[in-house]
Structures are given as C-alpha cells and as structure tokens.
C-alpha cells in the first residue's frame, strides 16, 4: 500500500505535470470507482489545476471552482499520463481529459482505491480526511510528543493509527521504531519525553529518506511517469526477517501485532 513517502511523491510529480492544464472532461468506466458529488451533481468543466497536497495517505488534486479529487489508492491504485493514440492500460477505471490532449488515467487492478470529485461545499462536509489526525510530517517534535503522549496503547498499533497520526503505514513505523531502538510492543506511556523526541527524529529521517528516493517500490508502486522509487533497498528491518541486523548482527525477528506484520531487532530493540 503506498504510505505517506510514495503519496507524497505522486503529489509532487502531479504538481509538475498538472501545472498549467485544465480537466475538461471525466470518463468513468468501471462505475463505484469514482464517485462525483458537487451541489449541482455535475462536475464544473473546464476546470484548472490549482495544485497537489496530501494529508496521511490521502492526495488532493484541487481545481477551479473550488472543487478537489480526493484520492486513496489503497493496495494497488496509481495515476499514469495517457496520449489520445494510445490505448488505456488494463484495469483503468477513471480518466480526466485535459486540454492537453492526454488524459490523467487511474488503474487499479484490485480495486481498493477511491477517488471522490468534490465541490467547494461537499469538501467540507464530505472529505473523508477530516477524520484523521494531523499529518505526521507537518508535526514539530512537541507536537508529536502531545499525540502520543494522552494514550497507552503498544507503540505499533498506535503509531499505525490513523485517527492518532495520519501517515504512517506498517514499513515506516517499523523502520522508525528500529531507528529509535523501540520495541513495537512498547505501551506508548512507558517512553519518556526524551525517548519520543527520538523516535520523531527517526521518522522524520526515514520519511524524508524515503521521499527523496522517490518512495519504496512494493506492489509496483511507481509514480506518474513509471519511475519505481528505490527506498526498499534500504529498509533495515521491514521483509528483512531471518536476515542480520545492519546494525549488530543480530537476525530480525518477524511478529504479528494487531494483525499486522512486524519486523524488528530484538537486540537493538528490547522492551
Ligand atoms: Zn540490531
């Protein structure tokens, strides 16, 4: 599932690509995919592209008038860029036409994912993100250490809650609790200050690590133009079970923690 380093990253690429343009028309082809709700039930069109951001795992592609495309790709969704002389790829359920000619097109082969065409006023009362809590890169280390803090829950489950923080999926919370040296089993009330303040550290060297190398390529994620990021290579705990340690040597340990896969250290990350 693309987290928050492989959104952020479609977001930036998006950004570029849209600048300048306009939707003028929305194709839908496999119906439940997409779901449009403005106030007068259709989208206003032509409508230019104001910009990209994201919040957690959601992207927001804004437009004229006030409307968004809200996105979650879930397991397998992604956008791809297509010319009027090409055919759109298998699994293809929406496409945006663009003034351009080519059209911004949404495959998805399991079918997880969600895109919501929202006007100015259902944006408020329907996005689907106000729910969440803030986005974890925008924390300072305070404020991080205030989320957590009022809770005491194992420190994976909590971290991969997205009404707590908004952002963080099971590679990089596994990646910052090793960073941090926190087991994942960890109650959120037993770390002190101190501890927190460096598992925010960890998280933002592992985000920001991960973005700059275009995200982690599991599942084929790649980004707008078919560029795969190359963070899973440098994963240090997570599908690296049975396997060293990079720091001591020591083999992974994988565990199962609310459902959810979990790798980490038990030497470098004892209770
Ligand atoms: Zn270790």
Known sequence: MPELPEVETVARSLGRRLAGRSVIDIAERT???????????????????????????????????????VVHFRMTGS???????????????????LDSGET??????????RLMWLGAKEMKSNNPARELGPDVLGLSRKGFVEAIQPHARMMKALLLDQGILAGLGNIYVDEMLHRAGVHPRTLSNRLSKNR??????????????????????????????GEPGNYQDAHRVYGRAGKPCLICGTAIKRIVIGQRGTCYCPKCQRR
């Open 31 to 69: 119906p439940g995919v997409l779901s449009i709700s403005c106030q007068t039930g259709l989208p206003e069109l032509p409508a230019r592209f104001r910009g990209a951001a994201r919040h957690g795992k959601f992207l927001f592609l804004q437009w004229g008038g006030g409307q968004t495309l």
């Open 79 to 97: 956008f791809y860029f297509r010319r009027p002389e090409d055919n759109p790829q298998s699994h293809t359920h929406a496409e945006f036409r």
């Open 104 to 113: 911004l097109s949404y495959r998805d082969p399991r079918r997880f994912g």
């Open 196 to 225: 927190l303040g460096l598992l925010w550290e960890g998280m933002r060297e592992v985000l920001e690590e991960a973005i700059e190398r275009g995200g982690s390529s599991i599942r084929d994620f790649t980004d707008v133009s």
